[in-house]
């Protein structure tokens, strides 16, 4: 198979995430949370599972272990991205997702103990700036509890990356870490349902629900696929460009107007990108 470098699978990863988030904004409508995530993690979990019988591929490796952890903190991260994403402003909920990268150099410098360079700090810092300008994040009163929630999200995604790049040095395939984790998304979905509001299946919500299925499965393997082989600190800055992706999505599709802050913003996310595509592939 050609090399592709982890650089070019995440900037795929962002467009395809991005679309998987335009796609949920429509079926939202119609469709509960726990539904959405169950379709989400439906095609994924039976394709790959089919995938590997099919070839006679190991489903459960001796890494368990590793494979268990990093579906805990992802699936933990989902849940209190969710929910900060149903009680904040989606700007604000955005925002804090996108607190991931400086969690990361939290993580790595502290915890890890690992030398991070002041490009690597700085341009995550530029990115992050770009977010905030782009989309102007609020918090009202009484909103405390979802804004801990969504720098939870930050948080736990932030230790996902890392865990999927130790998945990776394991010799851990994308196939299987993506697998395994739309497996525990899968149960706690279904675990969800019963308490979720009804949901009216109409067209364009299962057309919708179709996507997201399919197109999350795919920005899953990229991101999976980039995080297990390049560098875990820009390649995460990187992710940057979904917030542009988006931005042209809320443009093109429900009529958002881009205000000069806003361009400010957009400029300095593709500055952070593109030193973080330059300096991807030598930074570790």
């Not at 969710?82 to 607190?99: D, H, K, N, R």
């Not at 002041?118 to 989309?135: S, Y």
């Not at 851990?172 to 308490?195: K, M, Q």
Request: with cysteine.
């Amino acid at each position: 198979m050609r090399y592709v470098s982890p650089a070019l699978w995440i900037l795929v990863a962002s467009f395809l995430f991005a679309t998987m988030s335009a796609l949920v904004k429509v079926a939202a409508a119609d469709v509960s949370l726990p539904a959405i995530v169950l379709f989400r993690a439906l095609p994924a979990a039976l394709s790959l599972f089919v995938f590997a019988r099919a070839r006679g591929l190991v489903v459960f490796s001796g890494n368990l272990g590793l494979h268990a952890f990093r579906c805990v903190v992802g699936v933990g991260s989902m849940t209190c991205g969710f929910y900060a994403i149903t009680q904040l402003p989606l700007a604000t909920s955005t925002t804090l997702e996108y607190t991931a990268p400086l969690f990361m150099v939290v993580h790595l410098a502290l915890l890890a103990r690992r030398h991070l360079s002041a490009m690597a700090v700085g341009t995550m810092l530029i990115g992050f700036v770009g977010v905030l300008l782009l989309l102007k994040p609020t918090l009202q009163a009484g909103q405390a509890l979802p804004f801990l929630a969504g720098l939870a999200s930050g948080a736990l995604a932030a230790i996902a990356y890392r865990q999927i790049r130790r998945l990776g040095e394991a010799g851990e395939p994308a196939w299987r870490i993506v697998l395994l984790y739309s497996l525990a998304a899968l149960v706690l979905s279904i675990a969800g349902l019963p308490f979720a509001s009804a949901s009216t299946y109409t067209l364009r919500g299962v057309a919708a629900l179709a996507g997201v299925g399919i197109v999350g499965m795919l920005a899953q393997l990229a991101m999976t696929r980039a995080f297990s082989q390049g560098s875990t600190t820009l390649l995460a800055t990187l992710q940057y460009s979904t917030v542009v992706f988006s931005a042209i999505y809320g443009i093109a599709f429900w009529g958002d107007q881009p205000t000069l802050s806003g361009t400010v913003g957009l400029l300095l996310i593709m500055l952070a990108g593109i030193i973080a595509a330059r300096t991807a592939g030598r930074v570790r």
